[in-house]
């Protein structure tokens, strides 16, 4: 028998490359800085850890109430609280050193210079495997979104971002746009390496007594369950035209969604909102993915990536 | 961290309208409990509700394994655990959350509860006995039908004291003007409560009025219910020069000293 | 005590207006000609009907499965199958024409010149009280959708829809835009009389055992309580600047959803998937709404509608 | 219609591995129903699983005011039905569909069900054998285990036989070969099935090698399971020209005659 190998390589344009033991990661924002989890297991399992977005300066994100549930997904409006690149790289990351688990950065920025000078400064950083620049953030007043729905600011803040790092570098895509294809393409010549797809939907719910929306921000980000669908028709849409890895995720809850995502057209998949029901998740998509290549037939996880196509 | 995919239902009764008693077989659960932690509990089989919902423990029973929640019916989630019948199998999560800071001086505590929120205290007032504390209780509720029985409390020697909003039964009032009067009469240490908002930010001006040390376990919407997603934020006071912060209910709370908690933002 | 009134009124430019007794109506392609419900409840009861939509010739629709169940919600390609306008006037309207509930005719077209054609062939027939274009129906090869995410494609077939009826004109949209605002705001320009938010998001499934996706279009629609947290952002951000009135739907289930729909900015709502699993929603949304109403204090649904926004 | 949102469970018990009777207590369904007929069950109090599930109904007493069904669980609407307990109420919509034709005659006929397929089957032959039909029943199933008792049958005159696959009861083989030998073998005016989609593809082979008047129940995911939604389509032909079209299963349905059925499209 031959043998099955889950690894999963991103190859990055410098030379450097993310390399994942196993495809699966979980989700920026949904999984701290890995500590709260490390008390369930044990972090050397997971592919890869992208880790709660960053930014330049510490932020003490938005107002409660934060998370709203809503049928199968939630709605969150966190607003990007975290420690700034700072405290980050001080506080954080050299717990994260202590596994061989490669570690994702997501950055964020009001400016394209801000996610330039966020690029630069985790370059040479140790224990920083890749950046994930992260255009799709609702739940901030300026920036972020905006460059993720609209192709000539996507394609400046990729570049820029590109000529200040030479680490491998994702960009995670908003699905709040009409072609996600074409924000795929553009991220793809700006310069990207892969693509995660996809953040939250933009969504928002109405407290009826008080009759004003629940969040403070209005809007939140749609997760979970619910937006499988359609974060599975984009992945979908983008491997026909795009040649980089992609990143699957929305709503990945067990090794069958994953299953799912791979065969779309994911190199590697990310497990969000589904770490809060079930901290093990990841393991058990882990286990999955693992006994249905080893019953279909599938050696390796580029065999698989993109199966469900018609051939060309 | 415990994740018990496996506790079992022991038993799960209405005890007064829209209030059950549930007790489960988790003998790690039980064994590492403090009070004012609580369990997260995965109360449906499908992903909807999504996700888990924090229940306190209310009481637990070291030697056979077992804690006990006391739930209120308000939505969905708490709706689906009427359903688990002895026997089944529950997913939960715990314990989670600080606990109520409980020294080992056998000094004098008030503990105030308004609603289903006695319910850790109750857990801490049985440990604080054994400490042998003296504990001065205080169950507020709406009236007479929806109060809790306290029996185990009277049999570890607290003295129990009832407010009813309507005045069917004890102290016509809240529970907060009865612990005033205490506060008059008599040196207590220390104040612990947990209850509805507008309840702990009276307790919170008590407090900071007698200067006297108090702990509120506070209430927040929970993703993760462990620290790692930031959902449950509540602003606390950090430091002298006043500045303030969010914490996470879940993992730095639920329990807060009351003079850092910033209500009303 | 005043009186309450849950009548709403979607004026037509041309003297013709579409009156409902109260804001709920059931939403196309979940409620069949009616006939299947009216074993149920009355359908005098109703706000308005908007039926299946039509095209002018008869269609036989995709290949099963057409229904895919996701986390609560569901995918579905149906694929527009429907009688044609002929086999609609002559053997369904008749039916509906026996209650004094308003019929809004749903219409699909491959070109512009067949929507201009349907609207004139329904302008004059009797029983019909108003048409609702739809430029978002995902499940069929041409056409359709590609009108709903253009704004120079969706202007053009409004406007020729427009010349061609005198009823009031309703415009479907497709949720799957980066810029709902900008689409309502096209189809207000070219003369539509109200706007549905939201049709269904664009979705699929892989079957993991067959390694093809699960649809032979490969893609379907998503609706159901799932959506509801998007398409009710969808629905506020539209009413801060949109002037004409808004029918909301997608997802929703009970009066609260109803309610929170009304006070982001919709004067009516439909009640779609939910009509699968309990065909009495409507009316429980109805006494709901009602009961709501009188414990709220308002008078009339234009009171309520876009209440939650912030006062100008 | 009707959908009767309290009906009672009276019983719920698994008969054999996977497989569970559920009598359900709803004296209109009970009293309207035809063979071949279904319920559209809401097995989930919450938003996940959606949609209803089809399930045939199994059995009837009008007397008491009870159906019951058989049903297999395989995902997880149907392992949500294994949860219902005696007394709690279920919300069921039906009953739904055509049902089989059943003319008054009193003749032979066969009924081939495979696996949980021979649920609607038992209904059939026992109104069948009212009609002083002679009922030939045929039960196939994977092996000895999951053959479902069908002591009632007997009692009531039908013939059963049994076919597994793996030969560990009854004939070695599909209780289509059965089938196939009984016609080769005697008279039989009109066979009826049910069953998974390879079997019902045989059992057509065979009705028109045999030109034998046949019905088979079809299967497909259903949206509304009135015939509002258009989600259940199977392709039929539907006159001498041999043009084909969607009809739905659910409304037209899920009996049609096996000659018209378009399989593999
Ligand atoms: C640390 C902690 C300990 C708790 N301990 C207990 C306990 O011991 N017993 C008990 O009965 N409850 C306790 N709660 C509250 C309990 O978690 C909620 O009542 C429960 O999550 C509601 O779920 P649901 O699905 O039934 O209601 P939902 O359907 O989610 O909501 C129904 C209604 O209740 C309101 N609601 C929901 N959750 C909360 C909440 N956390 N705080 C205030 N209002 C809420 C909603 O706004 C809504 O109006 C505790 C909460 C926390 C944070
Ligand atoms: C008219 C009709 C009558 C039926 N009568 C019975 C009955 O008497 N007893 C009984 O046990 N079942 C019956 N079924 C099938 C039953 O409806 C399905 O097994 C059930 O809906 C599955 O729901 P689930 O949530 O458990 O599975 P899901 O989680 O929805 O699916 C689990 C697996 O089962 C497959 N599956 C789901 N539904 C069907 C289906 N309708 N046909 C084939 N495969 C399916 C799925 O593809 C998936 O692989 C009937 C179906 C129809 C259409
Ligand atoms: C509470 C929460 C916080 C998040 N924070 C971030 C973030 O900081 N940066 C980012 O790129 N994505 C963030 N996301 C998006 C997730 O990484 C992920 O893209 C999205 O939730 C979809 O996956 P899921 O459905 O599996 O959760 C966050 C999501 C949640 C639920
Ligand atoms: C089975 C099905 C068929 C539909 N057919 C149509 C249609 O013919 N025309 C149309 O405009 N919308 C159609 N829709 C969309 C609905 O009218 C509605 O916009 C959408 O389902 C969102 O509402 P809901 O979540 O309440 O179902 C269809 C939806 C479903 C589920
Ligand atoms: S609930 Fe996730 S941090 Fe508290
Ligand atoms: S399930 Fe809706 S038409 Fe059959």
């Given amino acids: ?312 | 961290m415990h994740i018990d995919t496996s506790a079992t239902v022991i038993s799960n009764k209405k005890i007064i309208p829209e209030h059950y008693k549930m007790e489960i077989y988790s003998p790690q659960t039980a064994s590492s409990a403090k009070p004012g932690q609580f369990i997260h509990i995965k109360t449906s089989r499908t992903t909807s509700p999504l996700l888990r919902r924090p229940i306190s423990i209310y009481m637990r029973d070291k030697k056979r394994g077992i804690i006990s929640i006391l739930y209120k019916t308000v939505g969905t989630g708490t709706s689906l655990l009427t359903e688990y019948k002895p026997e089944d199998t529950i997913d939960i999560m715990g314990p989670l959350g600080n606990g109520f800071p409980l020294g080992d001086e056998q000094n004098r505590i008030a503990l105030a509860g308004g609603g289903v929120g006695i319910a850790p205290l109750v857990f801490l007032a049985l440990e604080a006995s054994q400490l042998k504390k003296q504990v001065i209780f205080i169950q507020g509720a709406q009236c007479k039908t929806t109060l809790i029985e306290t029996r185990e409390l009277k049999d570890a020697g607290c003295i129990v004291e009832t407010a009813t909003d309507d005045g069917s039964a004890g102290f016509h009032g809240f529970p907060t003007e009865l612990l005033k009067k205490y506060l008059e009469k008599e040196r207590i240490d220390t104040v612990y409560s947990c209850g509805p908002t507008p309840m702990l930010k009276t307790i919170k001006k008590i407090s900071l009025e007698n200067k006297i040390q108090t702990y509120i376990s506070l209430e927040q919407k929970m993703g993760c219910g462990i620290g790692a997603c930031l959902g449950c934020a509540c602003r606390v006071l950090v430091n002298e020069s006043q500045g303030s912060t969010y914490k996470r209910v879940c993992a730095d709370g639920p329990i807060f000293p009351a003079e850092v908690v910033v209500f009303d933002e």
């Fill in chain 1, 1 to 312: 028998m031959n043998e099955l190998s889950m690894e999963v390589r991103i190859q990055g344009q410098n030379r450097r490359a993310l390399i994942m033991k196993n495809p699966v990661m979980t989700a920026s924002g949904t999984f701290g800085f890995g500590k709260e989890y490390a008390a369930f297991y044990d972090l050397n399992k997971l592919g890869a850890i992208a880790v709660k977005g960053i930014t330049l300066e510490p932020r003490e994100g938005n107002p409660p109430p934060r998370i709203i549930e809503t049928p199968s997904g939630i709605l969150n409006s966190i607003g990007l609280q975290n420690p700034g690149i700072e405290g980050f790289v001080r506080n954080e990351l050299p717990f994260l050193r202590t596994f061989n688990t490669p570690v994702i950065v997501n950055i964020s920025g009001n400016t394209i210079a801000e996610y330039a000078l966020l690029a630069e400064k985790l370059d040479t950083v140790e224990g920083v495997s890749a950046l994930e620049i992260n255009v799709s953030c609702p739940n901030v007043k300026e920036g972020c979104l905006a460059f993720g729905i609209n192709k000539e600011s996507l394609f400046n803040v990729v570049k820029k971002t590109r000529e200040n790092t030479t680490l491998p570098l994702i960009v995670k895509l908003s699905p709040n746009v009409t072609d996600i294809v074409e924000m795929a393409e553009t991220a793809e010549q700006a310069g990207a390496d892969a693509i995660s797809l996809v953040n939250t939907f933009l969504g928002t719910a109405i407290d009826i007594y008080k009759k004003k929306p629940i969040f403070a921000n209005i809007v939140g980000g749609l997760s979970g369950p619910a937006i499988k669908p359609i974060a599975l028709r984009m992945v979908w849409e983008v491997y026909e035209k795009v040649n980089i890895p992609i990143i699957g995720m929305g709503g990945i809850t067990d090794w069958k969604d994953a299953v799912e995502f791979i065969l779309a057209g994911a190199s590697a998949l990310a497990v969000g909102t589904a770490n809060f029901i079930n901290p093990n998740t990841p393991l058990e998509i882990i286990d999955g993915i693992q006994s249905y290549m080893a019953a279909e037939g599938f050696k390796n996880i580029e065999e698989m990536t993109g199966y469900a196509h018609p051939p060309a």
